[in-house]
């Protein structure tokens, strides 16, 4: 006997049919399609933006630098550049210093520029980096998160 597959056998599927049936490729070409012209419909038509973060006074701030030492390690200082936390595995410190670096990389802006972490008086926490426009908002990513850049704020 032979140790090539049956071809014949009850199990084996030809692949001359489609492995994604054509209907659910022109139903994802569709729903594509309908995102671009709605994307499309509301530039055109200049429409406000929506679900942005409402304004609200400042409660307190804060401007920090982060500097990035590999994938875990970061280090915070103040501007006056001591120290408020020497940290080998930042979690999600260094992701935020991570996208601020990203992002100041595109614009050509000196990396250990000083961002600003702003609470607002409606329970908002961002981070917000004036050189390059970019912002992030802390609180979106759960209250462990947002507490760590809390900390900071804290700090004396």
Do not use: C
């Amino acid at each position: 006997m032979s140790d090539r597959t049956n071809i014949h056998a009850p199990g084996y599927r030809s692949r001359d049919k489609d492995l994604v049936p054509r209907v659910l490729l022109w139903g994802m070409f569709a729903l594509a399609m309908t995102a671009l012209a709605i994307t499309v419909f509301a530039v055109v038509t200049d429409r406000p933006l929506e679900a942005q973060p409402q304004s609200s006074e400042v409660l307190r701030e804060r401007w920090i630098v982060l500097e990035g030492h590999g994938a875990k390690a970061v280090t915070v200082r103040t501007t006056d550049g001591s120290i408020l936390l020497d940290m080998a595995h930042g979690g999600f410190v260094t992701v935020v210093q991570n996208g601020l670096q990203t992002e100041r990389k595109k614009h050509n802006v000196d990396p250990l520029r000083p961002v600003r972490i702003v609470e607002y008086t409606n329970g908002r926490l961002a981070a917000e980096d004036p050189d390059t426009g970019w912002s992030v908002e802390l609180y979106a990513f759960g209250g462990e998160n947002k507490a760590a850049f809390e900390r900071l704020l804290d700090q004396k």
